[in-house]
């Protein structure tokens, strides 16, 4: 079982920064990937990018592609999320997941952090 911990979202203007921290609490943990989603009110989830936990190789989704950075810290089995340049069409519940193997989807999930963007 892993539990994922998130935090860092709030309240920023548009143009600014935030980071997001999402922390797994597991003895053992070696995911394949660990991902980022949102979900804006009446949308559906979305996904924003995931890091691969072996190689830290990164995707992103098209619309936060060249301002948002996905990184990890093996040793405190934590993944970030570093959103620039925020829009407010960022606005949303942001939630990170972890796919524990390549042949499953993503077991578990974050209780999801608001991130609000003012114009």
């Known amino acids: 079982q892993v539990q994922l911990v998130e935090s860092g979202g709030g309240l920023v203007q548009a143009g600014g920064s935030l980071r997001l921290s999402c922390a797994a609490s597991?003895?053992?943990?070696?995911?394949?990937?660990m991902g980022w989603f949102r979900q804006a009110p009446g949308k559906e989830r979305d996904f924003v990018g995931h890091?691969?936990?072996?190689?830290?190789?990164?995707y992103y989704a098209d619309s936060v592609k060249g301002r948002f950075t996905i990184s990890r810290d093996n040793a405190k089995n934590t993944v970030y999320l570093q959103m620039n340049s925020l829009k407010p069409e960022d606005t949303a519940v942001y939630y990170c997941?972890?796919?524990?193997?390549?042949?499953?989807?993503?077991?578990?999930w974050g209780q999801g952090t608001q991130v609000t963007v003012s114009s």
């Open positions: 890091i691969t936990w072996s190689s830290a190789m990164t």
């Open positions: 597991s003895r053992t943990f070696s995911p394949y990937t």
């Open positions: 997941a972890v796919r524990m193997s390549i042949l499953r989807g993503y077991d578990y």
